[in-house]
């Protein structure tokens, strides 16, 4: 029997969503954009950390607070 892996597509997307946001705060720190640089890659990826993170949460009230703070690293990138 063939046993199929189900797709997280959240995740997957997250996962893309920061390799866009690393190559993008390189670039700004071509243009000495330092500062603005490193809030970006530290909100940016660590919205798919959160997502990671929630997938082997402890309870669904963890899997719901994990994934708000997901939404608020998000916004805050959205921001910068």
């Known amino acids: 029997m063939l046993i199929m892996e189900k797709r997280?597509?959240?995740?997957e997307?997250?996962?893309e969503?920061?390799?866009?946001?690393?190559?993008?705060?390189?670039?700004l720190e071509i243009k000495k954009?330092?500062?603005l640089a490193?809030?970006?890659l530290?909100?940016?990826?660590?919205?798919g950390a959160n997502i990671s993170e929630a997938q082997s949460c402890e309870s669904k009230?963890?899997?719901i607070h994990k994934l708000k703070i997901a939404a608020k690293e998000a916004?805050?990138?959205k921001y910068w």
């Open 61 to 63: 009230a963890d899997f």
């Open 42 to 47: 530290r909100s940016g990826t660590s919205i």
């Open 13 to 15: 997307k997250s996962f």
């Open 8 to 11: 997280n597509v959240v995740l």
């Open 38 to 40: 490193r809030q970006i």
């Open 75 to 77: 916004e805050e990138t």
């Open 17 to 27: 969503f920061a390799l866009s946001i690393i190559e993008f705060s390189e670039q």
């Open 33 to 35: 954009k330092y500062v």
